[in-house]
């Protein structure tokens, strides 16, 4: 599992609407035009296919960023808003 930064720039405004819709779907806004989202492999493949629906590549930019737990802890949030996305604990039984 991974946490993905999503950031896109999509000058239209019903396209820029449907993307955050279905991204709210999948994360936390963490900024206007950026989220995190917890993700399997697996989650991030179909959001990757739903968001392919909804973006003109021509026109538009989103970026994709994968933190594992390892560059997680060297992650920086200055000023306010969320706190960062923890990834989940192991569980032992």
């Known amino acids: 599992m991974f946490l993905y930064v999503v950031g896109y720039d999509i000058p ?3 396209r820029r609407k449907k993307v955050s819709d279905l991204l709210e779907g ?3 806004r963490v900024q206007y035009s950026v989220f995190e989202c917890l993700l399997t492999q697996d989650k991030y493949k179909e959001l990757c296919k739903r968001l392919k629906k909804r973006v003109k590549l021509a026109e538009d930019s989103v970026r994709f960023y994968p933190l594992s737990r390892h560059t997680l802890g060297q992650v920086e949030t200055w000023g306010t808003g969320p706190p960062l996305t923890e990834l989940p604990g192991s569980i032992i039984i």
């Open 12 to 14: 239209c405004d019903k």
């Open 26 to 28: 999948y994360g936390k």
